[in-house]
């Protein structure tokens, strides 16, 4: 079963325009992860947040996490077309094992 | 360095007949993945090695499923009497992970992964 839900589903936005994420999961977890795929191959790690921290920063990337609402959230600023691609959270628990949401699909228009 | 490889990239079958997908990890992770992705969905686990042995095979769909993996390294997925619905992308994954206690992070380097249709 998967873990984390994010949303919305689709994302369509202006190239300029941030892009945020959302991502809700049900069980305690050890970190969160997001991860970007490319016209349906590999996955290609963004930004990994540990669970004793809130937000975290890379690049353009700014990710959150709040443990109490068990949601996390994605914001890229100043958004390229480059960036359309799917977009999953991977919430990680007790052992290795990461399980994945469904995706959200983003398009930049430029 | 080299990253996760897959072969092949793309696989086309008929209905009934055995695969076998390859996955060569980073060198040096000891943990690897196996992930099913159904046409705009979700990445669906599959199994998960530590080492040669796995300790969660959890997600593997039905007994025509099995995955290897020997000396640590190369894994081999392979699905016997193909049927249509096993027509998805297969990703591999790996990771360093100690085996002890949960790792500090655990992130996992994807590859391409193979693309099996089966008709």
């Known amino acids: 079963s998967q873990q984390g839900e994010e949303d919305p589903q689709a994302l369509s936005i202006q190239e300029g325009e941030n892009a945020t994420m959302n991502c809700s999961y049900k069980?305690?977890?050890?970190?969160l992860q997001w991860y970007r795929q490319n016209s349906g191959r590999g996955l290609v790690h963004l930004i990994l947040?540990?669970?004793?921290?809130r937000e975290k920063h890379s690049g353009r990337l700014r990710v959150t996490l709040d443990t109490s609402k068990k949601s996390s959230s994605l914001l890229i600023t100043a958004s390229r077309a480059a960036d359309t691609a799917s977009y999953f959270c991977?919430?990680?628990?007790?052992?290795?094992?990461?399980?994945f949401g469904k995706g959200i699909t983003l398009s930049v228009r430029p | 360095g080299a990253g996760v490889s897959q072969s092949p990239s793309n696989k086309v079958t008929e209905k009934g007949k055995d695969v076998e997908l390859r996955c060569d990890p980073i060198?040096?992770?000891?943990?690897l993945y196996w992930y099913r992705q159904s046409l705009g969905q979700g990445l669906e686990f599959l199994i998960y090695?530590?080492?040669?042995?796995?300790?969660?095979k959890s997600g593997l769909p039905s007994d025509r499923f099995s995955a290897e993996r020997t000396g640590g390294s190369v894994s081999t997925l392979t699905i016997q009497r193909t049927q249509q619905e096993d027509s998805a992308v297969y990703l591999c994954?790996?990771?360093?992970?100690?085996?002890?206690?949960?790792?500090?992070?655990?992130?996992?380097?994807f590859g391409p992964g193979t693309r099996l249709t089966v008709l």
């Open positions: 994954a790996s990771s360093y992970s100690s085996g002890g206690p949960p790792p500090p992070t655990n992130t996992q380097y």
């Open positions: 069980t305690s977890i050890n970190n």
């Open positions: 947040i540990r669970s004793n921290e």
């Open positions: 991977a919430t990680a628990g007790a052992n290795s094992k990461l399980t």
């Open positions: 060198s040096g992770h000891t943990a």
């Open positions: 090695f530590q080492g040669n042995s796995a300790p969660d």
